[in-house]
């Protein structure tokens, strides 16, 4: 992929320039929705680890449309193809759990996620602190 994409640096997590385009390059809203994130990621990570733990389907599936929420806005790939990876395999599990289908690990596999959304925050506050604000 071209470096346009990301942050002008390796191993990036989301692209900063695929938020601006979309905000028709207002600063402002880019700066408020990267501290939005910020605040709320832990959250996020918290309820995901949360129902996780407790084998909540329905909270699990709520928590990874809320990251995938969250993560499109800075073209955040890497989380949000996890996001939906373990969304289908929740979607999935309800449908078999009904025929005895024993459950996934949900913390193992959520453990990945919450690192990446981690990782992604770290990005973001790096991004801010490089611009001052």
């Not at 992929?1 to 600063?27: H, I, K, P, T």
């Not at 809320?66 to 499109?72: A, E, G, P, Q």
């Amino acid at each position: 992929m071209s470096e346009s994409r990301g942050n002008g640096r390796g191993n990036d997590f989301c692209s900063l320039e695929y938020l601006l385009v979309n905000l028709g390059r207002n600063q402002a809203a880019a700066d408020r929705l990267i501290h939005i994130f910020i605040e709320t990621s832990p959250a996020l990570c918290q309820r995901l680890e949360n129902a996780a733990n407790q084998g909540d389907l329905p909270a699990l599936r709520d928590v990874l449309h809320d990251i995938r929420s969250s993560c499109v806005l800075f073209s955040g790939t890497r989380c949000l193809d996890q996001a939906r990876d373990i969304e289908q395999l929740v979607r999935q599990h309800l449908l078999e759990s009904r025929m005895g289908a024993s459950a996934p690990d949900w913390v193992s596999m959520s453990a990945p996620l919450i690192l990446c959304l981690q990782c992604m925050s770290t990005e973001l506050k790096g991004f801010l602190t490089e611009k001052g604000s």
